[in-house]
């Protein structure tokens, strides 16, 4: 994958999901009276206590531990947007150390699953799912704590 | 829970034929009839499982069967919930006994499935979570099975040998069985020299999408008794539980689990409360059960359901599995028809042909396959979006 082109915009892939900015977060909901999480804000309401979908939005915790992980070896179907040649994908769920939830996103393409295991510390960034002649379309990844400085994108 | 018989089954074998699902889902039913010994002008009710493959048809999959074996007035339903859809139509149509509505009932499930993964309906939706995953992660259904296989790998020990183990195992069972799509001995090498889909998971290890058509006949106990049936195969319980909130277990099609952060999880898991609603409405316990249908969408995920039903303790899957327990001859045969290894995956028609196998096997007409004195078996499988599914028939 290029570092970043300075003449390309750089956009969320989908809008409301997560932040941009310097260090990124997910965006998360909390549900009114109860005080529990969930992400997508929107998608996310399955507490009996709180069903009126009263969502409070909130900025989840950039860190946690890897729960699992794999790859897509073969090419995902759309509307996953493949960027020729294809290049494994690797994807870690994540336990959010506050929010006690499990989040799933693809690992920052430095990373392979054999750089990966169970329990690992890791938090987010951001990544270039796919880009155009205009923007580059970013999603949240994950990759090892401590690993942030020899990130080759975004922060 | 009151019972239902089960007087009839059948199916069309599981393959790539290219034909309208229609074709499968009469040809199961005619021999679900045939079997039964009813005729078709006295069912009082058609439960159609829903294919979402095969345009409007597939929508009305029950009046769509119904048309193509005659219309008669029988009333009908169709019904839609992932691959537990065929559970699904059951319990509609044991409800419809039950009730008294109708005395005999015909459930079918059919579909024609189209090559490689199976990939949401086409258009931007960023407010559905089955596109969200797709697009912005690559995560496919491999990608969750792969992630539950290595968790066991690292919970509980599992090797990518047992997860082949699986595969072999199922195969093995799987040649015995004319409507299986690959009725082929695959060795735990064949396995390990397949192409990784989803590490640690191989092609030969993930479930292919199939054609095929399965068929039930039900009816109430009273009924099979008039037709001199003293001892039939009955369903005595159904499950089609949804998750206990908070959920903590990351399954397709989410982004993300339930928070546990204010409320704790559930004393069992959503996969855990599936077997154990079947149980509690046949008043027995996983102690009973001689026989299992999983759903092995992937061979690694038979694992997670030998403790899910209670067929083992947790993390005791690899030893159970090593032990032989889950073959045929063993003390708890799990997936003698070959399982989805041997199948594919013909989504509505799944967990009808899982009753299907059950009642072949407790009638001791299973052939080469036989579990023998099997007199109770339990199916578990589980819908996108929530919809769990688990039948215990017994005789």
Same mark, same amino acid.
């Given at each position: 994958?290029?570092?970043?082109?300075?003449?390309? *915009?750089?956009?969320?892939?989908?809008?409301?999901?997560?932040? *941009?900015?310097?260090?990124?977060?997910?965006?998360?909901?909390?549900?009114?009276?109860?005080?529990?999480?969930?992400?997508?804000?929107?998608?996310?309401?399955?507490?009996?206590?709180?069903?009126?979908?009263?969502?409070?939005?909130?900025?989840?915790?950039?860190?946690?531990?890897?729960?699992?992980?794999?790859?897509?070896?073969?090419?995902?179907?759309?509307?996953?947007?493949?960027?020729?040649?294809?290049?494994?994908?690797?994807?870690?769920?994540?336990?959010?150390?506050?929010?006690?939830?499990?989040?799933?996103?693809?690992?920052?393409?430095?990373?392979? *699953?054999?750089?990966?295991?169970?329990?690992?510390?890791?938090?987010?960034?951001?990544?270039?799912?796919?880009?155009?002649?205009?923007?580059?379309?970013? *999603?949240?990844?994950?990759?090892?704590?401590?690993?942030?400085?020899?990130?080759?994108?975004?922060? | 829970?009151?019972?239902?018989?089960?007087?009839?089954v059948?199916?069309?074998?599981?393959?790539?034929?290219?034909?309208? +699902?229609?074709?499968?889902?009469?040809?199961?039913?005619?021999?679900?009839?045939?079997?039964? &010994?009813?005729?078709?002008?006295?069912?009082?009710?058609?439960?159609?499982?829903?294919?979402?493959?095969?345009?409007?048809?597939?929508?009305?999959?029950?009046?769509?069967?119904?048309?193509?074996? &005659?219309?008669?007035?029988?009333?009908?339903?169709?019904?839609?919930?992932?691959?537990?859809?065929?559970?699904?139509?059951?319990?509609?149509?044991? &409800?419809?006994?039950?009730?008294?509505?109708?005395?005999?009932?015909?459930?079918?499930?059919?579909?024609?499935?189209?090559?490689?993964?199976?990939?949401?309906?086409?258009?931007?939706?960023?407010?559905?979570?089955?596109?969200?995953?797709?697009?912005?992660?690559?995560?496919?259904?491999?990608?969750? +099975?792969?992630?539950?296989?290595?968790?066991?790998?690292?919970?509980?020990?599992?090797?990518?040998?047992?997860?082949?183990?699986?595969?072999?195992?199922?195969?093995?069972?799987?040649?015995?069985?004319?409507?299986?799509?690959?009725?082929?001995?695959?060795?735990?090498?064949?396995?390990?020299?397949?192409?990784?889909?989803?590490?640690?998971?191989?092609?030969?290890?993930?479930?292919?999408?199939?054609?095929?058509?399965?068929?039930?006949?039900?009816?109430?106990?009273?009924?099979?008794?008039?037709?001199?049936?003293?001892?039939?195969?009955?369903?005595?319980?159904?499950?089609?539980?949804?998750?206990?909130?908070?959920?903590?277990?990351?399954?397709?099609?989410?982004?993300?689990?339930?928070?546990?952060?204010?409320?704790?999880?559930?004393?069992?898991?959503?996969?855990?409360?599936?077997?154990?609603?079947?149980?509690?409405?046949?008043?027995?316990?996983?102690?009973?059960?001689?026989?299992?249908? !999983?759903?092995?969408?992937?061979?690694?995920?038979?694992?997670?359901?030998?403790?899910?039903?209670?067929?083992?303790? !947790?993390?005791?899957?690899?030893?159970?599995?090593?032990?032989?327990?889950?073959?045929?001859?063993?003390?708890?045969?799990?997936?003698?028809?070959?399982?989805?290894?041997?199948?594919?995956?013909?989504?509505?028609?799944?967990?009808?042909?899982?009753?299907c196998e059950l009642a072949w096997q407790l009638s001791?007409r299973a052939?080469?396959?036989?579990?023998?004195?099997?007199? !109770?078996?339990?199916?578990?499988?589980?819908?996108?979006?929530?919809?769990?599914?688990?039948?215990?028939?017994?005789?």
């Amino acid at each position: 994958m290029p570092d970043t082109a300075p003449t390309k *915009t750089r956009v969320p892939a989908v809008e409301g999901l997560f932040t *941009t900015d310097d260090p990124p977060h997910l965006i998360g909901g909390r549900l009114a009276g109860t005080g529990g999480y969930c992400f997508p804000r929107d998608l996310g309401g399955a507490d009996p206590a709180a069903p009126a979908g009263d969502v409070e939005e909130v900025l989840l915790s950039r860190t946690g531990t890897i729960w699992s992980f794999t790859n897509s070896a073969y090419a995902p179907p759309p509307p996953f947007v493949i960027t020729e040649p294809y290049e494994p994908v690797s994807i870690a769920a994540v336990e959010l150390d506050e929010e006690r939830m499990v989040v799933l996103g693809q690992v920052h393409p430095d990373w392979g *699953t054999d750089d990966l295991a169970v329990g690992m510390r890791v938090e987010l960034c951001l990544g270039v799912l796919y880009e155009d002649d205009q923007h580059e379309y970013l *999603t949240w990844q994950w990759r090892p704590v401590a690993a942030g400085d020899q990130a080759g994108e975004g922060t | 829970m009151e019972e239902i018989a089960v007087l009839g089954v059948g199916m069309h074998p599981w393959g790539k034929w290219g034909r309208n +699902f229609v074709d499968y889902g009469v040809h199961a039913a005619r021999e679900a009839l045939d079997d039964a &010994g009813v005729d078709w002008r006295d069912v009082g009710f058609v439960s159609g499982a829903i294919t979402v493959r095969c345009g409007y048809p597939g929508y009305v999959a029950g009046s769509t069967f119904a048309r193509a074996l &005659g219309f008669t007035g029988a009333q009908v339903a169709s019904s839609y919930a992932a691959c537990a859809s065929g559970a699904t139509a059951l319990s509609v149509a044991r &409800g419809q006994i039950l009730s008294g509505a109708c005395e005999v009932a015909l459930v079918v499930g059919a579909d024609t499935t189209p090559k490689g993964f199976l990939a949401p309906n086409e258009g931007r939706r960023p407010d559905d979570t089955d596109w969200l995953r797709f697009h912005l992660v690559g995560a496919t259904n491999p990608v969750y +099975f792969a992630l539950h296989a290595r968790r066991r790998m690292a919970l509980h020990g599992a090797t990518p040998d047992d997860f082949a183990a699986v595969k072999a195992k199922n195969s093995r069972h799987g040649v015995h069985n004319p409507n299986a799509r690959y009725p082929k001995e695959f060795s735990v090498e064949d396995v390990a020299n397949s192409p990784v889909v989803s590490d640690p998971l191989r092609l030969l290890e993930i479930c292919a999408t199939s054609d095929g058509g399965a068929a039930v006949v039900v009816a109430s106990m009273e009924y099979a008794r008039r037709m001199g049936i003293e001892d039939p195969v009955r369903v005595a319980g159904i499950s089609l539980v949804t998750p206990t909130y908070p959920d903590t277990v990351i399954d397709l099609p989410y982004l993300a689990t339930d928070s546990a952060a204010t409320v704790d999880p559930p004393d069992l898991t959503f996969k855990e409360s599936i077997g154990a609603r079947v149980y509690e409405e046949a008043g027995i316990g996983p102690e009973d059960v001689d026989v299992a249908e !999983v759903y092995d969408l992937s061979s690694a995920l038979e694992l997670d359901w030998y403790e899910q039903l209670g067929l083992c303790e !947790v993390g005791e899957a690899e030893s159970l599995l090593r032990s032989g327990a889950t073959s045929i001859g063993g003390r708890i045969p799990v997936n003698p028809s070959g399982g989805l290894g041997a199948f594919g995956e013909a989504v509505p028609a799944q967990a009808i042909a899982q009753i299907c196998e059950l009642a072949w096997q407790l009638s001791g007409r299973a052939g080469e396959r036989q579990v023998d004195g099997a007199r !109770v078996g339990v199916t578990a499988n589980q819908g996108l979006f929530g919809h769990g599914s688990s039948v215990l028939l017994r005789r």
